[in-house]
């Protein structure tokens, strides 16, 4: 065995023992049941109709990271609109001055616990939590 091939080796034990400890972003609807344990963050503008703070039980409100209100207004959750919002909202998020900010929060909370991000919508594949979590895994996972 050349001194390269055990170089990898061990490479690749070290990074599967990271890969077994490490958190991950979870997107769930926080009108749902039961949510898993983690550090919660509900990434809307406006509060979710009929949902309590004790119920919400949230470490972070992020509503500097959403869409903005003419934008929302804009898409109104139609789902023919979503590629179209996708793109306008990636730009957002892009410009936003609070996105460094908040990328520096979910990056130290990952390193104790999973990461929630909770939306209040009714679809569950077209809506702005869906756009930003990709956004993270991508900046995150550089």
């Known amino acids: 065995m050349t001194n390269d091939s055990y170089d ?3 490479e690749r034990l ?11 972003i979870v997107l769930k609807r926080i009108y749902n049941k039961e ?3 983690g550090y919660r963050i509900l990434v809307d503008r406006l509060w979710p109709r009929g949902m309590s703070k004790l119920r919400a039980n949230l470490d972070l409100w992020a509503k500097d990271i959403s869409p903005t209100p003419e934008l929302r207004k804009w898409f109104g959750h139609d789902p023919e609109k979503f590629p179209e919002f ?3 909202y990636l730009a957002e998020i892009e410009n ?8 520096s929060t979910v990056i130290t909370a990952l390193k104790d616990q999973d ?9 569950e594949e077209h809506n702005n939590a869906d756009v930003l979590i990709k956004y993270l895994n991508k900046v995150i996972n550089k």
Do not use: C, H, R, S
């Open 96 to 103: 936003n001055d609070y996105t460094k900010e908040f990328v």
């Open 14 to 24: 070290i990074q599967k023992e990271v890969e077994d400890k490490m958190t991950k």
């Open 8 to 10: 990898t080796i061990i």
């Open 86 to 88: 996708e793109q306008k």
């Open 35 to 37: 949510l898993p344990a």
């Open 115 to 123: 990461v929630l991000i909770l939306y209040g919508a009714k679809d």
